[in-house]
């Protein structure tokens, strides 16, 4: 491919279609924030209270005399997914706060019991310390979202006689989730320690969707002792009661954002839909085709809609419906673009009904790079299947190639292909050597790789 000057760097359009899933959108997150450069120590986790609003702990009678409880500090210091668990250390400066249990902060020795308050993510197993600990999120408002989604990083080092659910509360009950096991791998070697992980991407239920007061949960039972299993860990010499529990971190929850005025229960005819192209104008601005079909009667405005990541839409324009009462099927639309900008564009409309059902089109992106001293224009148009390209803007002896397509599948009509002769002015009869059938096509010059569109219409 030649190298291209700077005049030669003047693209107008390359149209491209692409259907785009609807992307999954973060919304809310907690990583329970930053100790001081010290560190710090047993802060209960129903004290805590982030940016999201408090947290709450229930504490069942089943529990012992000094059951486990939630703290957030970073005496269990959050580090990166794929490590291992490393408890806060003055000499390290680890000041990430996680949410985790650890022994009850009341001290005791009686009968070889022992409680020793925070000390990282390490729980007791003494009789006194039996324990059924559920943590709650506050309520996490998820109004006009749908498909909501939540994920952690976390590590368990839950052993027999010991559990850790993950739980989500839909505004009146309770329900488990998961029940995710230990974490510990080759990673970690022998030290003991719980290698930190992503857990599984969950999807909460439908009662989640568009609900404003849903909550996500941690329980923590160990309601046994395994006597058979004790031994000291290398971090707490000479403790032979406790071992690695669980940490949290970086949760976070992700859903859908659905229109507020749309009725998110009802859904259009499916014999209604919205067919989207895009194309150039003679000023070289995206320029949006589309055809709507079977408009309910009353109809609405018709929305477009533009991003610049394919995800975040802002409303660019409005038109007026066409429909009118009786029978309609099929009504044609266009909207010019003026303020696009370089780069990739994206674009869609919006078909909002009188009964607020809504047919939404498919995504269209447009590699639009603004124009600088280009030209290119048909005519006749419309013609009978022969008519004439005017272009100008390319330097002399660049190769240049004209294809005629279909706008209804897309499919390739003609294709020539001849050399630039002037940067001023070019012009070049198209004779399809086979009668070329009335219609809608896209006529595109193409060089370098550089494509600018028109629309020609054939009687």
Same mark, same amino acid.
């Given at each position: ?14 149209? %491209? ?5 609807? @992307? ?27 940016? *999201? ?28 997914? #794929? ?11 680890? @000041? ?31 009789? /006194? ?11 996490? &408002? ?9 994920? =952690? ?7 027999? #006689? ?9 505004? @009146? ?89 749309? *009725? ?45 990541? #394919? ?28 303020? /696009? ?31 600088? &001293? ?16 005017? =272009?100008?803007? %390319? ?30 002015? &070019? ?9 070329? /059938? ?22």
């Amino acid at each position: 491919m030649k190298t291209l000057t700077t005049k030669q760097k003047v693209l107008s359009i390359v149209s %491209i279609v692409l259907t785009l899933n609807v @992307t999954s959108q973060t919304f809310w997150t907690e990583n329970f924030g930053t100790a001081n450069s010290k560190g710090d120590k047993g802060n209960l986790a129903y004290d805590y209270n982030g940016s *999201n609003g408090q947290w709450t702990a229930s504490n069942p009678s089943v529990n012992g005399k000094y059951p486990n409880q939630w703290y957030v500090s970073s005496m269990e210091a959050g580090v990166a997914v #794929g490590s291992c668990s490393k408890r806060f250390t003055p000499k390290s400066n680890l @000041t990430n706060n996680t949410l985790h249990i650890a022994s009850s902060t009341n001290k005791k020795i009686t009968n070889n019991e022992l409680t020793t308050g925070d000390m990282g993510a390490f729980y007791a197993i003494t009789p /006194a310390s039996l324990t059924d600990n559920l943590i709650e999120s506050p309520y996490i &408002n998820c109004a006009n979202r749908n498909n909501i989604t939540f994920s =952690f990083d976390y590590f368990c080092g839950a052993r027999t #006689g010991a559990l850790f659910a993950v739980f989500y509360f839909d505004g @009146t009950d309770w329900s488990s989730l998961d029940k995710p096991g230990a974490t510990k791998s080759a990673v970690c070697g022998a030290s003991g320690k719980m290698t930190w992980m992503s857990s599984t991407v969950y999807t909460l239920p439908e009662s989640a969707s568009n609900n404003d007061s849903i909550k996500i949960g941690f329980n923590w039972i160990n309601d046994s002792i395994v006597y058979d299993d004790l031994v000291g860990d290398s971090l707490n010499p000479g403790l032979i009661n406790k071992f690695y529990s669980v940490a949290i971190d970086n949760i976070v929850i992700s859903g859908n954002y659905l229109d507020p005025n749309i *009725n998110v229960n009802r859904t259009a005819s499916n014999t209604s839909k919205i067919d989207i192209k895009t194309v150039s104008d003679k000023k070289n601005n995206p320029t949006i085709v589309f055809t709507t079909y079977n408009e309910k009667f009353p109809a609405n405005d018709l929305i477009i809609e533009s991003s610049t990541d #394919g995800t975040n839409f802002n409303e660019l324009s409005k038109i007026k419906s066409s429909a009118v009462k009786g029978s309609v099927t099929k009504l044609e639309y266009n909207f010019t673009d003026s303020k /696009a900008n370089d780069g990739v564009n994206y674009y869609r409309i919006k078909q909002i009904n009188a009964d607020k059902t809504m047919v939404v089109s498919e995504i269209v992106s447009v590699d639009h790079i603004k124009a600088k &001293n280009i030209t290119f224009t048909v005519y006749p148009n419309p013609n009978s299947g022969q008519f004439t390209v005017d =272009f100008s803007g %390319i330097e002399n002896n660049h190769e240049v190639q004209i294809v005629l397509n279909d706008m209804n599948d897309g499919h390739e009509i003609y294709s020539t292909t001849f050399s630039s002769n002037s940067i001023e002015s &070019n012009k070049m009869d198209v004779n399809p050597p086979t009668k070329i /059938a009335p219609g809608r096509y896209l006529c595109s010059l193409i060089f370098e790789g550089i494509r600018s569109s028109v629309i020609v219409m054939i009687n």
